[in-house]
C-alpha cells in the first residue's frame, strides 16, 4: 500500500500531547473562568480532535478529497448548530 | 426458427442466472436495481391506495366514507410510503443502481455487497413499516410532531419510527455507495466535467443523503426514547421543547425534498438533450447548480416554522435564504429550454415526461417563492397551498422524472420496447389527471382550507370535487403503464443497443447488459451529450 | 505471504484504487456519524443554553475522576491503534496483534468504568424514565437524558469497534495483512479514532461544566 | 356561474397588504411562467425534427444570458423577500394600544377569555377598528390560531405563550381553524370570529358576562395561592412588590436583565428560581401543575392592572 508512512516518534509525541492537553481542560476547568470555562474547554477539545485527524488519521498525509469530505462534515456540523441556535439566541422578541 | 446460435446470444445480466438464490443473493447493480424497481413500485401502490381513499373521503364536507381516526392514519400512511419508501429511493435505488456505474464506465458499485444490504435494510424496514401500518397504523402526520408523536397519540408511532430508521441506513449506504463510485471508479479520460448530469445529479443527491439522514436518525431515536420512557426531550410538559424537534425534523426533511428532485432534474437533462439532438446548454452551469442546490437546500429548513413560534429574526434568515435557493432552479429551468433551440425536436415518450417536469416542476417552484416570502407564507401554511405545491415538486416534478427515466431506459433495462402509442397516451392523461388533481388546491389553500381535514366547510365542495376527479384520471395515468410495461416483457428482445441512437456510456452495451456491462473498460474522449457530432458522422 | 492479486474484487482495476475506494468510504460514513453525534450536540447545545443551571446541577452528580480515567484509556487506545497501523506497514504482524490486544483492553476497560457509572447513577436515581429521584432545578433530568443518549450511543460505537478490532486480530492471525495490504486495519482505525474524538468533546461537555469552587 | 368563492374574504387591515404581495407574486410566476411556456412551444414547434428552419448557429454557451437569468430572478427574489419580512415583522408587534383577549387551546377546542370576564368557546367577539392582541398557550399538543379572512396564522404551544396580532376592518363572522394538526378531531377543532361595530360589542360584553374581571378572579386568586404575603406593596422583604412591574426591565439575581411581559410573569410563577430577582432569595415555592392554564392569565392580568412602569408615565388597563 502506498499509504505514508508516519514514524512512531510522531505517533509518540501526538499521544503525548493528547494526554497533556487533556490535563490542561482538568486542570483549567477548575479556575473560574466565567463563560470562557467553555469556549477554552471547548478550543482545546478542537484542537485535541484536530491533531488526533491530521496524524492518527494520517489526514495529512491524504489526497485533497479526503480533506474535502473532513471539512465537508465539519461545514455540515456548523451549519446544523449555528442555524438551530439562532433561532434560541434571537428569541426575546 | 433460429437465426442466431445459442452461443452467440451473449449472455445478459438476467440470463446469466437464474433461480430465486441467483436474484436474493446477488451484488449486481443491475439485479439489484430491478429488485428495488418491484419492491418501491409496491409502495407506490400502497401508497396510492390512501391517497385514492383520502380523495373519494374529500368529496364531500361531511365525514361520510371514513371517520377522523381512520383519515388521520390515511393521510400519515400515505406521506410515510410515499416519501421514504417510493419518492427517496425512487431515482437512486432503481436508476441510479442500474445506471451510475454504466454511465462511469464502471463494472459496479465500488461496494456491491453494500448495495445488496441496502435493499435488505430497504426490506425489513418496509416490513416492518407495513406491519406497524395492518396492526393499527398511525396518525402523527409523517412529520411526526411532538408532543402529538410522544404524548397523546395511541396508534404505532414506535414501530414505524423504528422502520423508518432501519430504512435510513439504507438510504445511507446507497449514497455512501454512489459517492466513493463517482470518485474512484469513472473510466480513463472521464473528468468530472464530462460527466453526465445524471451523474452530477446523483452525486449531489447522495451527498444530501449522507449528510442529511443521520440526523433524522437521531431526531427519530430521540423521539422514540421519549415515548418510550416518558422522558421529556421535546415534550414541554416534561421538560422539553417542541421546537427543536423541528428544526432536528427539518433539517433532514428539507433537504429530503432535494433529494426527491435532484435526481429527477439529472433525468430531465439527458432526455432533453437526447430527444433534441442537442449539447446541454450551459453545462457547467447546470454542474455547479445541481451541486448549489444540494447545499444551500440545507439552509432553508427554517421556512417550514415561520408561524410555529421560531423567532422572527430566525424566520427572516431562513426566508433570505430559502430565496437563493430559487436562483440555481431557475438557472435549471431556462437552461433546459435554451437546449430546444435550434435541435431536431423528436417528441417520444420519455421527452414528453420531461417537458412534463418542467412544466411542473416549474409551478412547484414559482409557488416556492410564495411559501418563501414570510408574511403570505403566514396565511398560506399548512392549508391546501402547501399540499398544492409539494405535489408539483414531487408528484409533477419527482415522479414525471422518474416515469420518463424509466421510459427511456426500459429499453436498456429489459431489451424490450413498449407500445409507444399507450404509452404517450398514458403520459398526456397523467399531464391532465394531474393538473386537475392538484391545482384547484392552491385555490383551496388561498381560500384558506387547512391541510389534514376531513370534513370542511361547505363553500370548498367544488373545488374539492374537482380534486378528486382529476385524481381518477391521473391514477388511471399510473395504472396503464405498468400494464404496457409489463405487457412488453412478452415480446422477444428487439430494443437493440441503442434505441433512441443516444450518446452515453450506458448506450454503448449490448440490452439488456451482461454482468460486467462492458467487455472492455471504454475510453473517452469527448464533452457529454456530443449529439451534434454524432449527427455529422451521420451516426 | 498473502496473494495480492486475489484481494482485488472484481469490480476495481487494481489495489489501489480499492483501498482508496474503502478509505474514501469509510471517510463518508464518519462524515455521516459527525451529523449523526451533532444532532445530539445540537440538543445538548440548545439545551445547556436554556437551562445552564440545571445542566451545572447535574454535571454535580458526575464522578470527575472516572471520566478522566476514561478519556486517558481511550486517548491511549487511539495511540495503540496508530501503532498498529505504524507495525503492519513494517510487516510486523506479531505487533501488530499485540496492538490490537492492547486496544481491546483499553476499549473494554472504559466500557467497565462506563458500566460502573451507569450502575452508580441507578443506584442514586439518576436515570429519567428508569429510576429517577433528584429533586434539582426545573430541567435537570434533561441533562441526564443527554447525558444517558449520548455516552449510551457512544458506548454501542465502542461495542461495535471493539467487535471490528477482534475480526482484525483474527484476520491478522490468519496472515491476510501485510505490508502490501493492511487496508481493513486502516479503516477499522479511522472508525476507531472517530469514536475517540466524540468522547474528547463528551467529557469537558458533562464532567466539566463548572467544577470550580 | 361561481357559487364558490375563489379568493378569500379580506377583514383585517393586513389582509389587504398580504393580499397586495400575493398579487406581485402571481404576476411575477406568470411572467416567468409564460416565458418558460412560450420558450418550451415555439421551440418545440419550430425545431420539431422534420421543420426546414435553420440549424446554423447554435450554441451550447452563452455567459451573458445565463448571468442574465440568474441576477434577474435574484434582484426581483430580493424586493419580494424585503417586502414580505416587513410585513412579518408587523404582523408580530401589536400596536400599543391594542385589546388583549386570552386564547388556550386544547384537543379539540378553542377557550377564549377577555379580561372583562367574557368567556367563550370556540368563538370569538370582537369590535371592529380595535387592534386585538391574542395571548396564546396550549394545556396539550400543538395547534395553531389561524384566520384566513385575516391572514393570520400563529402556533400556539404548549408551556408558551405565542402572541399574534389582528385589526378587523368589516363587521361579520368568519372562519377560525386549527392549522397545526392536533389529533383525531383536527378537523373539527374550528370555530368563528365574530366582528362586531364597537358598540355592539359593548353590549354583547356587557350582556354575557358569566363572571368578573379577570383582574378582579386574578386577584382573588393571589389571595387564595397566598402570593400576597410576600408580593404586597408593603413587606418587600420576601419577594418584590409587583407594582409598576409589567412592561418593565427586571434586573436578575446572575445580572442579566429582561422584560417583565407575560412570558416572564408565567416562567416565574412556574418555575421561580430559572429568573430570581436581583437581591431577593430562592423561597419561592413553583405552582407547576397547580393552576390551570386560564388561572395563570387571570394572575397575568391581574399583575398588568398594578400598573407598568412609572417613567414610561403610563399606566396600562384600567
Known amino acids: 500500500m502506498s499509504g505514508h508512512h508516519v514514524s512512531r516518534r510522531v505517533y509518540f509525541a501526538v499521544g503525548f500531547a493528547l494526554l497533556v492537553l487533556f490535563l490542561l481542560t482538568v486542570g483549567v476547568a477548575y479556575i473560574d473562568l466565567g463563560p470562557f470555562n467553555i469556549v477554552v474547554a471547548m478550543a482545546i477539545a478542537t484542537f485535541k480532535a484536530i491533531l488526533v485527524v491530521l496524524y492518527f488519521m494520517h489526514v495529512r498525509y491524504s489526497s485533497r478529497v479526503t480533506w474535502v469530505f473532513v471539512s465537508a462534515s465539519f461545514f455540515w456540523l456548523v451549519i446544523l448548530l449555528v442555524l438551530t441556535l439562532s433561532d434560541y439566541a434571537t428569541r426575546g422578541v | 426458427m433460429k437465426t442466431v446460435n445459442e452461443d452467440a446470444l451473449q449472455k445478459n445480466y438476467i440470463t446469466a442466472a437464474y433461480g430465486i438464490r441467483s436474484w436474493l443473493l446477488t451484488r449486481d447493480h443491475k439485479r439489484i436495481a430491478l429488485l428495488y424497481l418491484i419492491s418501491i413500485t409496491l409502495f407506490f401502490f400502497i401508497g396510492g391506495f390512501f391517497a385514492v381513499l383520502m380523495r373519494l373521503e374529500l368529496m364531500t364536507p361531511q365525514g361520510d366514507l371514513v371517520s377522523a381516526e381512520t383519515y388521520n392514519r390515511l393521510f400519515t400512511m400515505h406521506g410515510v410510503a410515499m416519501i421514504f419508501f417510493f419518492l427517496v429511493p425512487s431515482i437512486p435505488a432503481v436508476l441510479g443502481n442500474f445506471l451510475l456505474p454504466m454511465m462511469l464506465g464502471a463494472r459496479d458499485l465500488a461496494f456491491p455487497r453494500l448495495n445488496l444490504l441496502s435493499w435488505y435494510l430497504y426490506m425489513v424496514g418496509g416490513a416492518y413499516t407495513l406491519y ?35 430504512l435510513g441506513f439504507s438510504s445511507i449506504l446507497t449514497g455512501l455507495n454512489f459517492i466513493v463510485t463517482t470518485h474512484k471508479m469513472r473510466a480513463p479520460g472521464l473528468t468530472w466535467f464530462r460527466l453526465p448530469l445524471f451523474v452530477w445529479s446523483q452525486y ?29 426531550i421535546f415534550d414541554p410538559a416534561l421538560g422539553g421543547d417542541p421546537i427543536l ?23 430531465v437533462s439527458e432526455l432533453v438533450t437526447c430527444f433534441a439532438r442537442r449539447r446541454i446548454f450551459g453545462y457547467r452551469f447546470m454542474a455547479f447548480a445541481v451541486m448549489a442546490i444540494a447545499v444551500l437546500g440545507f439552509l432553508v429548513w427554517g421556512h417550514h416554522m415561520f408561524v410555529s413560534g421560531q423567532s422572527v429574526y430566525a424566520g427572516m434568515a431562513f426566508s433570505a435564504l430559502s430565496f437563493f435557493v430559487a436562483i440555481p432552479s431557475a438557472i435549471k429551468v431556462f437552461n433546459w429550454t435554451a437546449t430546444l433551440h435550434k435541435g431536431r425536436i423528436e417528441f417520444r415518450t420519455p421527452v414528453l415526461y420531461a417537458f412534463g417536469f418542467i412544466g411542473l416542476f416549474t409551478i412547484g417552484g414559482l409557488t416556492g417563492l410564495f411559501l418563501a416570502t414570510l408574511a403570505v407564507n403566514v396565511h398560506l401554511t399548512d392549508t391546501y397551498f402547501v399540499v398544492a405545491h409539494f405535489h408539483y415538486i414531487m408528484v409533477g416534478g419527482a415522479v414525471m422524472g422518474y416515469l420518463g427515466g424509466i421510459h427511456y431506459w426500459w429499453p436498456k433495462m429489459t431489451g424490450r420496447m413498449y407500445h409507444e402509442g399507450w404509452a404517450k397516451f398514458s403520459a398526456l392523461i397523467l399531464f391532465v389527471g394531474f393538473n386537475l388533481t392538484f391545482f384547484p388546491q392552491f385555490i383551496l389553500g388561498y381560500l384558506g382550507m387547512p391541510r389534514r381535514y376531513y370534513i370542511y366547510p361547505e363553500e370548498f365542495q367544488v373545488l374539492n370535487v374537482l380534486s378528486t376527479a382529476g385524481a381518477s384520471i391521473l391514477g388511471l395515468g399510473y395504472i396503464i403503464p405498468m400494464i404496457y410495461l409489463l405487457w412488453s416483457l412478452r415480446k422477444p428482445r428487439t430494443a437493440g443497443p441503442n434505441p433512441w441512437n443516444a450518446v452515453g456510456l450506458e448506450w454503448l452495451t449490448p440490452s439488456p447488459p451482461p454482468t460486467h456491462n462492458f467487455d472492455k473498460t471504454p475510453v473517452v474522449t469527448e464533452e457529454p451529450y456530443a449529439y451534434e457530432e454524432k449527427s455529422a458522422h451521420g451516426g | 505471504m498473502a496473494d495480492n492479486h ?14 482508496e475506494a474503502s478509505n474514501l468510504g469509510m471517510w463518508a460514513f464518519l462524515a455521516t456519524e459527525v451529523l449523526f453525534f451533532g444532532g445530539m450536540f445540537a440538543a445538548y447545545a440548545v439545551y445547556r443554553s436554556l437551562y445552564y443551571d440545571a445542566f451545572v446541577a447535574g454535571s454535580q452528580h458526575m464522578d470527575v475522576l472516572l471520566g478522566a480515567v476514561n478519556t486517558a484509556v481511550l486517548l491511549l487506545s487511539s495511540l495503540t491503534v496508530a501503532l498498529g497501523v505504524h507495525a503492519v506497514q513494517r510487516g510486523n504482524n506479531g505487533a501488530l496483534t499485540r496492538y490490537l490486544l492492547m486496544t481491546i483492553a483499553l476499549g473494554s476497560t472504559f466500557l467497565v468504568i462506563k458500566g ?9 436515581g439518576l436515570i429519567p424514565g428508569v429510576r429517577f429521584a433528584l429533586e434539582g432545578p426545573d430541567h435537570v433530568e434533561l441533562y441526564f437524558i443527554l447525558y444517558f443518549v449520548m455516552t449510551g450511543f457512544h458506548a454501542l460505537h465502542m461495542i461495535v469497534g471493539i467487535g471490528i478490532m477482534t475480526a482484525m486480530i483474527i484476520l491478522t492471525r490468519k496472515g491476510r495483512f501485510s505490508p502490501e495490504y493492511y487496508n481493513p486495519i486502516e479503516v477499522s482505525g479511522l472508525y476507531w479514532h472517530f469514536v475517540d474524538i466524540v468522547w474528547i468533546f463528551l467529557y469537558p461537555l458533562f464532567y466539566l461544566i463548572q467544577v470550580h469552587p | 356561474m361561481w357559487d364558490f368563492p375563489l379568493l378569500p374574504e379580506a377583514a383585517s387591515s393586513t389582509a389587504a397588504e398580504v393580499d397586495a404581495l400575493f398579487w406581485i407574486l402571481i404576476g411575477v410566476a406568470s411572467v416567468f411562467g409564460g416565458i418558460i411556456t412560450a420558450g418550451l412551444v415555439y421551440f418545440n414547434i419550430r425545431y420539431r425534427k422534420n421543420s426546414k428552419a435553420s440549424r446554423a448557429g447554435a450554441v451550447s454557451e452563452h455567459l451573458p444570458l445565463e448571468l442574465l437569468w440568474s441576477i434577474v430572478p435574484l434582484v426581483i427574489s430580493a424586493g419580494i423577500f424585503g417586502w414580505g419580512a416587513k410585513l412579518y415583522f408587523d404582523m408580530h408587534v401589536p400596536p400599543e394600544n391594542a385589546r388583549e383577549v386570552y386564547v388556550v387551546g386544547k384537543q379539540w377546542m378553542w377557550k377564549i377569555q377577555h379580561p372583562q370576564g367574557n368567556r367563550e368557546i370556540n368563538e370569538l367577539h370582537v369590535p371592529v377598528g380595535v387592534p386585538i392582541k391574542l395571548v396564546m398557550t396550549s394545556q396539550d399538543v400543538i395547534h395553531s390560531f389561524f384566520v384566513p379572512a385575516f391572514r393570520i396564522k400563529q402556533d400556539v404551544l404548549p408551556g408558551r405563550y405565542t402572541t399574534t396580532w389582528f385589526e378587523a376592518t368589516k363587521p361579520g363572522e368568519y372562519h377560525l381553524f386549527c392549522a397545526e394538526y392536533c389529533g383525531t378531531s383536527h378537523a373539527s377543532m374550528k370555530g368563528r370570529v365574530v366582528v362586531m361595530k364597537q358598540e355592539e360589542f359593548e353590549r354583547w360584553l356587557a350582556g354575557n358576562r358569566q363572571e368578573e374581571s379577570m383582574t378582579a378572579s386574578g386577584d382573588q386568586l393571589f389571595r387564595q395561592f397566598g402570593c400576597v404575603t410576600c408580593h404586597s406593596q408593603t413587606s418587600q422583604e420576601r419577594g418584590p412588590s409587583l407594582h409598576g412591574l409589567f412592561g418593565s426591565t427586571v434586573r436578575l439575581a446572575d445580572g442579566s436583565t429582561v422584560t417583565a411581559d407575560e412570558r416572564y410573569i408565567r416562567e416565574s410563577i412556574l418555575n421561580p428560581g430559572a429568573a430570581l430577582v436581583a437581591g431577593y432569595k430562592p423561597l419561592m415555592p413553583t405552582y407547576a401543575g397547580q393552576m390551570s392554564q386560564e388561572q395563570l392569565f387571570q394572575i397575568i392580568e391581574y399583575v398588568k392592572s398594578l400598573g407598568g412602569p412609572q417613567i414610561a408615565g403610563e399606566r396600562r388597563n384600567p
Do not use: C
Not at chain 2, 443523503?209 to 443521520?214: G, R, S, Y
Not at chain 2, 424537534?245 to 433525468?267: D, T
Not at chain 3, 482485488?8 to 489495489?15: C, E, G, I, P, T
Open chain 2, 132 to 166: 406497524a401500518m395492518v396492526t393499527g397504523g398511525i396518525d402523527t402526520g409523517w412529520t411526526f410532531y411532538t408532543p402529538y408523536s410522544t404524548g397523546y397519540s395511541t396508534t404505532n408511532v414506535v414501530p414505524v419510527v423504528v422502520g423508518i430508521f432501519i
Open chain 3, 116 to 124: 460502573f457509572e451507569y450502575s452508580h447513577k441507578y443506584a442514586e
Open chain 3, 6 to 19: 486475489s484481494r482485488v474484487a472484481h469490480q476495481f482495476d487494481d489495489l489501489a484504487q480499492q483501498q
Open chain 2, 204 to 232: 449531489a443527491t447522495s451527498v444530501i443523503i449522507l449528510l442529511a439522514t443521520p440526523v433524522l436518525a437521531i431526531t427519530l431515536a430521540l423521539l422514540g426514547v421519549e415515548r418510550i420512557f416518558r422522558v421529556g
Open chain 2, 245 to 267: 424537534f423541528q428544526h432536528m425534523f427539518w433539517f433532514y426533511s428539507h433537504p429530503a425534498v432535494y433529494i426527491m428532485v435532484l435526481p429527477s432534474m439529472g433525468v
